[in-house]
């Protein structure tokens, strides 16, 4: 027998287990007790708009806000990370240092919580804002470290050029290293977006108004309300519908960013 035959042999052995492991588990499911508990239609139908209209709005609109304010605060970071001024140097790099050592869940109770208690002052948008600002100075660290590697991927060549033109060391980083530095660091900084969207879960936590829910609050409380599993479905489906064109376009962008480096 032939590698060729050999290998086709193999991979044809394998869909068959494949093949049969869902086969069993499909005849070893208890169907009706599965569309009683998470394709209940009556309380799926309950959901609707609000589970789009509210809940998915919502968390689009916190990762947003969570990019963008991370992104600004990255840049910020990631440039004093870079300076040859040694205490922005170490305040930059301590706090990129601590809030990725730590869980983000834990950052979030810290300013849903202790930071109004310690400072005496309330984050705007209440519990959920202040969720928010964590998420924002949690991303801002992540993305720090990513903007500061696009940065120093950009060719040495570029800034000495810039500078033969006479161009000052700030315009060169504002209007040619930059650019060139998020032109690299896209897909890494998509893909960031895509876990900052499944991080807004973690708003469930500190409990939000019903018109500030986002999709892992609005499912919760539609569990503890119907006493059904079938709101968690809904909701997991909503997020693999918001995430999986995301990841797609995480695929596609590093599979163009390699072409180019050829």
């Known amino acids: 027998m032939t ?4 290998q086709r042999l193999r991979d044809a052995v394998l869909y068959a287990l494949l ?3 869902v086969v069993l588990l499909a005849f070893a499911a208890d169907w009706p007790v599965i569309q009683e508990n998470f394709l209940n239609q009556e309380v799926l139908r309950t959901l609707w708009p609000e589970i789009i209209t509210v809940a998915a709005k919502n968390t689009i609109v916190y990762t947003a806000i969570s990019f963008a304010g991370g992104l600004v605060l990255g840049v910020v970071l990631a440039l004093m990370k870079l300076s040859p001024v040694t205490p922005y140097r170490w305040l930059a790099t301590a706090w990129i240092e601590f809030f990725r050592g730590l869980p ?3 950052v979030i109770i810290g300013f849903a919580l202790a930071v109004p208690i310690a400072f005496n002052w309330q984050p705007p948008g209440g519990l959920v804002g202040a969720g ?3 998420l924002v100075i949690v991303s801002s ?13 950009v060719p040495p060549g570029q800034v000495e050029a810039a500078h033969s033109l006479g161009m000052s060391g700030s315009w060169t980083m504002v ?3 930059l650019p060139q530095a998020f032109r690299i660091i896209i897909p890494p900084l998509t893909n ?3 876990l900052l969207l499944k991080d807004t879960s973690l708003l469930a936590i500190v409990g939000a108004a019903t018109d500030d829910r986002e999709l892992t609050t609005f499912g919760r409380d539609s569990v503890s309300e119907n006493f059904n599993s079938s709101p968690l479905l809904a909701v997991a489906l909503l997020y693999l519908v918001i995430t999986l064109p995301l990841t797609r376009l995480v695929a596609y962008l590093e599979k163009r960013s390699m072409v180019k480096a050829r």
Do not use: D, H, P
């Open 3 to 6: 590698k060729a035959n050999r």
């Open 19 to 21: 093949l049969g492991v």
């Open 104 to 106: 983000a869940l834990v």
């Open 132 to 134: 928010v600002l964590a």
């Open 141 to 153: 660290a992540y993305m720090a470290e990513t903007i500061r590697s696009g940065i120093q991927a």
């Open 175 to 177: 209007s040619v290293v």
């Open 192 to 194: 960031e977006f895509v």
